[in-house]
């Protein structure tokens, strides 16, 4: 990048202290004094120059333009599935789901924590395969708007009395009650997930007979006893 030259002021004080010297000494009043007076200032500022001599110096390089911050980009809300129903049964799980696992968290006896695992487990399954099949929503309505929410209710009443510290007639009553009910409650969403599939069993069991009937009739099965 070339230097710029910067030329001392001197040389321009030269010329007006030239001009002052000359119009005090000659008069100014012809054309040829007014010459003369030009030579005059163009040899003292000559004279100048080389006294106060130029000076080169480097010329500022820019500084980058600087970056703009850019906002946070906020990460995009999940979509919905359109069907607001679905939505609220997809929502209603992955609360459920998280509700048990908190609760399960916070129960120490090991055997009712493997019961809320399986229940948490199952729970999880019901809500996917509906979630992946929503013409099955309505069967399994009863499932969310009363069992689930009645189990997580006794899973927190079982909580806070356990927290308590105390043996009563009625804290160990109660949660001797609920331990009593969760192999059963484990039982019922076992079969409620099994009915689930009940469509898909007499498909796939329509599907075998179709298929034992063909392989007979083009002689590719054994004989039937």
């Given at each position: 990048?070339?230097k710029r030259k910067?030329?001392?002021v001197m040389?321009?004080?030269?010329v ?8 005090l000494?000659f008069p100014?009043y012809?054309t ?6 030009i ?5 003292c500022?000559?004279v100048?120059?080389?006294i106060?001599k130029p000076?080169?110096e480097?010329p500022?390089?820019p500084e ?12 995009p809300e ?11 049964f ?8 998280s509700?048990?696992?908190?609760l ?5 006896d090991?055997?009712?924590s493997?019961?809320?695992?399986r229940?948490t ?5 019901i809500f996917?395969?509906?979630?992946a099949?929503p013409?099955k ?9 009363y069992?689930?929410?009645?189990v997580?209710?006794?899973l927190?009443a079982?909580d ?14 109660t949660?001797?009650k609920?331990e ?5 409650i484990v039982?019922a969403f076992?079969k409620?997930?099994?009915s689930?599939?009940?469509?898909e069993a007499?498909?796939i069991?329509?599907d075998?007979t ?5 392989l007979e009739q ?8």
């Amino acid at each position: 990048m070339a230097k710029r030259k910067k030329v001392s002021v001197m040389s321009i004080y030269a010329v007006a202290v030239a001009w002052a010297i000359y119009g005090l000494c000659f008069p100014l009043y012809s054309t040829k004094h007014f010459v003369t007076a030009i030579v005059f200032s163009l040899v003292c500022r000559a004279v100048a120059q080389k006294i106060w001599k130029p000076k080169y110096e480097e010329p500022p390089v820019p500084e980058p333009p600087k970056e703009k911050d850019e906002p946070p980009q906020e990460e995009p809300e999940p979509e919905g599935t359109g069907n607001a129903e679905l939505d609220a049964f997809i929502t209603e799980g992955k609360r459920a789901v998280s509700e048990m696992q908190r609760l399960n968290d916070n129960i120490a006896d090991a055997e009712i924590s493997l019961r809320i695992s399986r229940l948490t487990e199952l729970t999880g399954k019901i809500f996917a395969h509906v979630a992946a099949n929503p013409h099955k929503l309505s069967r399994a309505r009863k499932f969310v708007n009363y069992y689930v929410p009645t189990v997580i209710k006794l899973l927190n009443a079982y909580d806070r009395m356990g927290s308590q510290g105390i043996e009563g007639e009625n804290i160990g009553g109660t949660m001797r009650k609920i331990e009593d009910i969760l192999d059963t409650i484990v039982t019922a969403f076992e079969k409620q997930l099994d009915s689930l599939f009940r469509e898909e069993a007499m498909d796939i069991s329509a599907d075998i007979t179709v298929l034992e009937n063909m392989l007979e009739q083009e002689g590719f099965s054994g004989p039937r006893f």
